[in-house]
C-alpha cells in the first residue's frame, strides 16, 4: 500500500498535466475569441471548432493501422511525430497574435466609421 509522500509523489505528474491542459484550452479559446471580428462571432467560431475537429481522428488512424498491420510500436509511436512536424511548421508560417488582434481592433474601428 502507498503511503501518504509516495501517493502524492504518483500523482504529482497527472496533477501537472490536468492543471496544464485545463488552461491550455481555456486560453486557446480566449485568444480565438479575441481575434474574431464583431458580428462573425459565430461562423468563425463554427470554423474554429470544425478545423480543429477534421484531422483530430488521423493520428490515432495512422496508429491504429500500423500496430494491426504487425509494425513495431516503436515505429508507430516515431510516426506520430510526423503530425507534430506539420504542425510546428504551420505555427511558424502564423502572425502574431498582436498584430492579429490589432487588425481585427483596425477593422472594427474602419466598419463603425463607415457607418456613421
Not at 505528474?13 to 462573425?40: D, N, S
Not at 498491420?69 to 508560417?93: D, E, P
Amino acid at each position: 500500500m502507498l503511503s501518504q509522500n509516495n501517493t502524492i509523489s504518483f500523482l504529482r505528474p497527472y496533477l501537472k498535466w490536468g492543471a496544464c491542459g485545463g488552461w491550455k484550452y481555456t486560453v486557446e479559446r480566449f485568444i480565438t475569441i479575441t481575434i474574431i471580428p464583431e458580428g462573425q462571432d459565430a461562423e468563425l467560431m463554427g470554423m474554429y471548432l470544425f478545423a480543429g475537429q477534421i484531422l483530430s481522428w488521423l493520428p490515432p488512424l495512422v496508429f491504429t493501422v500500423m500496430n494491426e498491420a504487425g509494425v513495431s510500436i516503436r515505429i508507430s509511436m516515431i510516426s506520430l511525430l510526423i503530425f507534430w512536424f506539420v504542425a510546428i511548421v504551420c505555427l511558424q508560417c502564423m502572425g502574431s497574435c498582436d498584430y492579429a488582434v490589432s487588425a481585427t481592433q483596425e477593422s472594427q474601428s474602419a466598419a463603425v466609421v463607415e457607418l456613421e
